[in-house]
């Protein structure tokens, strides 16, 4: 059986093709180390880095087209630029996860420091994102021969940028239709686009063998329009016919608001597509180019609110000449990546922010529209990190940062609905702080630090100190856990769910003593079972595991076990004192969780990287520990680790799909191979049974998930049998041996039924 990810067969091939690197060499370019798993997970990210290396060329290729359109001149069945194009859109469609588009969207704050604004783009294709940090990761993982992958996508995010682009949506041309000669006039137009809007002269371009002009085309804000002048181009429609059809369509938008669902009246040119009469009568370009639908929603969002698309009409006509500041306002209001960014990105959102709001001051809109931009900014506040606050301050209306002795402006002055966000979330920090400094002596509560519960819990102040007061109850004098207290509780933290959840996560990871964290893990659980809105909590577990994921922490396990319970719709081990997930688990399928198991794919699938990072670095622990001749004090317990990569591998057979089975596969490989390294290293034999559990759990798990090209995996198992009996004779081990060769069985049976996922 190849190591290559067997649903990708047909992707080596094109990689080939593409990047002139055979399997020998891409073998050699990932270094061996005793850690085969962790090998064979980076193999898995290979695979991906194949798809992704051609969305580089797809992005370098339409970026020559930008820098000089003379590569899209002459008959389309001769122009080798285009067409290798179309060949990279014909190989990227054969992936079989992805919805038949691409989207490429300006994001305006970079990761790392090295890079500006101006070329902050990532591009997303289906469960794939590239950006120019995961470029950097690809070029690690394949050696510097892979180094002018970096060039070509910087070089075609600055073209994008210098082009006014915000974002570039693509559908996936289909070969056998006409769909190749849209495209082909469509990156014409869009080749030659910014040098006729500033001349305000008509386009040039070839389409189906005839040479066609085209005149700019304007939207209802009456400013140039990409799409619409690409529609005109395709369908031969004349200026005047276009300017009353956006009228028209425009003014039946604003008169039929209260009759349309939201989805279909984004914008014109997004509506002329969705109206009855129009419909099927238009040639729809395969390219739209800073269309505000793909700013503010993502491709699987199902409903835009009316405020929301009022917010997004506003934000366009105030900086809409500024493709690329509208979509930083957009993000500092509706923006998802507030979780991770820093101080000076926060500075940065609140000032644009800010600068939005006055202009809504300015044009006096309605409460609802100006509610709708706090709202979504108070959102996004709540999750950023509290140590963020901390850094910031302000001085009257001047928004400020401490670095080191000097302060430095943020904004010179913000608003003052801002103003009253910043300060209390400020003051939820150290409101927070004394809450988990509950655990360590007495605390005094002050009126402000109620006020602040009371807003932040959505409760009234009375109900806020009812709630402290029941917190400190859980603890005695000394700071330990009182569970009897705690269980009579849980009825009225339940009220509270997620920032009390919050609160007595931070506990667990505090508690040391054995016998408190046991206890208080299974109060937690029963807490768990009373949850409401189950995806916040299991949202606070995982971040808290994928956190730091070049580390192991003794919260990993516990997150990733009530994770666990929060898959399934019923837990029969509620009422057990327990550290770890039952097995009998992996037999659960109608009484799983369907919502909070999609829930936790999505997580995991937007969080790969990160996921198989964390994976690699709790199994090079454990391989460590295995391989350490005596105890090592920094290390974790070879125990500990065990039960930890056993609950990951119950948690991703419990939610199966693509990101879950690659990693389930890569374990086997390791696991189920008698000759590996982690059953020759100086404590494997003495930590033998802990090793067969795993290679269990492993095994059904795949069974559970995998297809029939997964076979061969297992069966190489049950032909390596008398290889594993050789490593013990006694009749306990015998036993067990012979139980997992049960369940190779039982697993290749389930297999055999699944031709695909």
Request: aromatic fraction near 8%; proline fraction near 3%.
């Amino acid at each position: 059986m190849p190591d290559d990810i067997i649903l990708d067969e047909e992707a080596e091939r094109f990689f080939r093709e593409l990047g002139g690197i055979d399997t020998d060499l891409r073998s050699r370019l990932v270094p061996r180390t005793s850690d085969q798993m962790s090998d064979s997970l980076d193999r898995e990210e290979e695979q991906l880095d194949i798809w992704r290396i051609l969305l580089v060329d797809m992005v370098h290729l339409i970026g020559s087209f930008l820098s000089d359109g003379r590569l899209l001149e002459g008959a389309l069945s001769e122009n080798r630029t285009f067409n290798e194009l179309f060949s990279v859109f014909s190989k990227i469609s054969k992936r079989p996860i992805h919805d038949g588009s691409v989207l490429i969207r300006y994001r305006g704050v970079p990761k790392r420091s090295t890079l500006t604004g101006k070329i902050d783009y990532h591009v997303m294709f289906g469960d794939i994102a590239v950006d120019i940090d995961m470029v950097q990761n690809i070029v690690k993982r394949r050696g510097p021969d892979m180094a002018y992958l970096s060039g070509r996508i910087t070089q075609a995010f600055n073209l994008f940028s210098d082009n006014r682009i915000n974002n570039l949506y693509i559908r996936l041309p289909v070969d056998n239709s006409d769909d190749p000669e849209h495209l082909f006039a469509c990156l014409q137009i869009l080749s030659r686009y910014e040098a006729a809007r500033k001349t305000n002269s008509p386009i040039l371009f070839f389409y189906k063998g005839a040479q066609k002009f085209c005149p700019i085309m304007f939207n209802e804000m009456n400013r140039s329009d990409l799409n619409l002048t690409m529609l005109a181009g395709l369908n031969g429609l004349k200026p005047e016919f276009v300017h009353s059809l956006v009228q028209k369509v425009d003014d039946w938008m604003q008169r039929s608001a209260d009759n349309i669902a939201p989805t279909q009246f984004v914008n014109v040119f997004s509506a002329l597509f969705k109206i009855k009469n129009l419909k099927g009568k238009l040639i729809q370009p395969l390219i739209e180019v800073n269309n505000v639908q793909w700013l503010m929603q993502g491709r699987d969002e199902k409903e835009i609110t009316r405020e929301r698309i009022q917010v997004n009409r506003l934000v366009m006509d105030r900086f809409g000449e500024s493709p690329q500041k509208a979509a930083r306002v957009l993000n500092s209001v509706y923006g998802d990546d507030f979780k991770t960014i820093d101080t000076r990105d926060l500075g940065e959102r609140l000032h644009l922010a800010s600068d939005f709001l006055k202009t809504l001051d300015e044009r006096s809109e309605s409460e609802a529209v100006e509610q709708e931009v706090i709202g979504n900014i108070e959102m996004r506040l709540d999750v950023v990190s509290d140590d963020v606050f901390d850094d910031l301050f302000i001085d009257g209306t001047v928004l400020k940062t401490k670095i080191g002795e000097k302060e430095k402006t943020l904004s010179d002055k913000i608003h003052s609905r801002l103003i009253k966000l910043i300060g209390f979330f400020k003051a939820r920090s150290q409101t927070k702080k004394k809450m988990k400094s509950m655990l360590k002596g007495l605390i005094d509560f002050t009126t402000q630090d109620y006020e602040t519960l009371s807003k932040d819990f959505d409760i009234t102040i009375q109900a806020a100190r009812n709630l402290i007061r029941l917190l400190k109850d859980c603890f005695d004098a000394e700071g330990r856990f009182r569970r009897a207290a705690f269980e009579q509780n849980i009825p009225e933290f339940a009220r509270y769910e997620k920032k009390v959840f919050e609160f007595l996560l931070h506990y667990l990871k505090e508690t040391v003593s054995r016998n408190d964290r046991v206890a208080f893990l299974n109060s937690l659980q029963l807490l768990i079972s009373r949850l409401q809105q189950p995806q916040k909590a299991m949202s606070i577990l995982l971040d808290d595991f994928f956190q730091n994921s070049k580390s192991v922490s003794f919260s990993d396990r516990n997150s990733i076990m009530l994770s666990n319970l929060l898959l399934r719709k019923y837990n029969k081990e509620l009422n057990l004192d327990i550290e770890i997930t039952p097995e009998e688990v992996l037999l659960v399928k109608d009484g799983l969780a369907r919502d909070n198991v999609a829930f936790a794919i999505d997580i995991i699938t937007r969080n790969r990287e990160k996921f198989f990072e964390k994976v690699r670095t709790i199994h090079k622990n454990l391989v460590a520990g295995l391989g350490s001749e005596t105890d090592v004090q920094e290390q974790m317990p070879i125990r500990y680790l065990f039960s930890l990569e056993r609950e990951i591998y119950i948690f991703l057979s419990l939610i199966g799909g693509v990101t879950a089975v690659s990693v389930i596969r890569s374990a086997i490989k390791d696991y189920g191979n008698p000759d590996s390294d982690v059953y020759r290293l100086p404590k494997s034999r003495q930590n033998i049974s802990s090793l067969l559990q795993l290679l269990k759990v492993i095994i059904r798990g795949l069974g559970r998930n995998g297809i029939s090209n997964d076979i061969p995996l297992i069966e190489d198992i049950m032909a390596k049998q008398e290889q594993f009996l050789s490593f013990s004779k006694s009749s306990v081990y015998v036993e067990n041996i012979q139980r997992i060769m049960e369940w190779a069985g039982k697993s290749r049976k389930e297999m055999s039924r699944r031709q695909e996922y």
